[in-house]
């Protein structure tokens, strides 16, 4: 059987304040998908196993250019790669993937472009984690920050608190989420009406899994997975990468 990964790249990333798409941004001189692409490719689970397949989404006007991009830097790899259109939400985009799987695939890892630095070893754990009898599986990290729950704001825009939450059994969570191919397809079928609009869409596969009322199981996670939303996000990004190359 076979490991698949979902790279998805189809988000405009307009907080990050750049003319490109966000996933074609650079980074220390190349492509966050790319960064991203190579690390899900350098995985390597103690068995042996990595991703013989992998699915790109991409916006509309960029398909092209997207297949080119991975054809030159990943021509020589030993990886079935497809590009496909992605949706109007993150979880569109993300069926419209699962949708071109090879028919020998039974773990999917669903990862985020946003994502560029998250190391070769994280994806390996998850895929572990699958092949171990989890079928969905989400890196995860403790939250280290106080949490709290607030009601409506007043006139002013202050918010009340309401409560102020536990993080004992908090987890931000991270990417890529790994799954048993079987039950991510039924977790986007089920949840599929909702999923073409941003306010009623999931923001993560394991929440569709949650919906079901399936198990998700958290690893450990990795503090170079951070997302890069924002500018300031993409600098701490290569300062991270400089600081490697040192």
Same mark, same amino acid.
């Given at each position: 059987?076979?490991?698949?990964?979902?790279?998805?790249?189809?988000?405009?990333?307009?907080?990050?304040?750049?003319?490109?798409?966000?996933?074609?941004?650079?980074?220390?001189?190349?492509?966050?998908?790319?960064?991203?692409?190579?690390?899900?490719?350098?995985?390597?689970?103690?068995?042996?196993?990595?991703?013989?397949?992998?699915?790109?989404?991409?916006?509309?006007?960029?398909? !092209?250019?997207?297949?080119?991009?991975?054809?030159?830097?990943?021509?020589?790899?030993?990886?079935?790669?497809?590009?496909?259109?992605?949706?109007?939400?993150?979880?569109?985009?993300?069926?419209?993937?699962?949708?071109?799987?090879?028919?020998?695939?039974?773990?999917?890892?669903?990862?985020?472009?946003?994502?560029?630095?998250?190391?070769?070893?994280?994806?390996?754990?998850?895929?572990?984690?699958?092949?171990?009898?989890?079928?969905?599986?989400?890196?995860?990290?403790?939250?280290?920050?106080?949490?709290?729950?607030?009601?409506?704001?007043?006139?002013?825009?202050?918010?009340?608190?309401?409560?102020?939450?536990?993080?004992?059994?908090?987890?931000?969570?991270?990417?890529?989420?790994?799954?048993?191919?079987?039950?991510?397809?039924?977790?986007?079928?089920?949840?599929?009406?909702?999923?073409?609009?941003?306010?009623?869409?999931?923001? !993560?596969?394991?929440?569709?899994?949650?919906?079901?009322?399936?198990?998700?199981?958290?690893?450990?996670? !990795?503090?170079?997975?951070?997302?890069?939303?924002?500018?300031?996000?993409?600098?701490?990004?290569?300062?991270?990468?400089?600081?490697?190359?040192?």
């Amino acid at each position: 059987m076979t490991v698949a990964a979902i790279l998805t790249a189809a988000g405009s990333g307009t907080r990050l304040g750049h003319p490109l798409p966000k996933a074609l941004v650079p980074l220390r001189g190349e492509r966050l998908l790319l960064h991203a692409a190579r690390g899900l490719l350098a995985a390597r689970t103690t068995a042996g196993e990595r991703v013989e397949v992998l699915v790109v989404t991409t916006p509309a006007d960029r398909v !092209d250019e997207v297949a080119a991009l991975l054809a030159g830097v990943l021509g020589e790899a030993d990886v079935r790669v497809e590009v496909v259109l992605g949706g109007a939400t993150r979880q569109a985009s993300v069926a419209a993937a699962i949708a071109v799987l090879p028919h020998d695939v039974d773990v999917v890892l669903v990862h985020d472009a946003a994502r560029p630095l998250a190391p070769p070893s994280l994806a390996a754990r998850v895929v572990e984690a699958v092949r171990a009898g989890h079928a969905a599986v989400v890196p995860g990290l403790p939250v280290v920050d106080t949490v709290k729950r607030v009601g409506p704001a007043d006139g002013s825009g202050a918010e009340r608190v309401r409560e102020t939450v536990a993080r004992t059994d908090l987890r931000a969570v991270q990417t890529p989420q790994g799954f048993e191919r079987a039950l991510l397809v039924e977790a986007h079928t089920a949840g599929a009406d909702h999923g073409r609009d941003e306010r009623t869409a999931v923001s !993560d596969d394991a929440g569709l899994v949650e919906r079901l009322g399936r198990p998700v199981w958290v690893v450990r996670g !990795d503090d170079r997975a951070a997302k890069i939303t924002t500018a300031r996000d993409l600098a701490l990004a290569e300062l991270l990468l400089a600081e490697e190359d040192a």
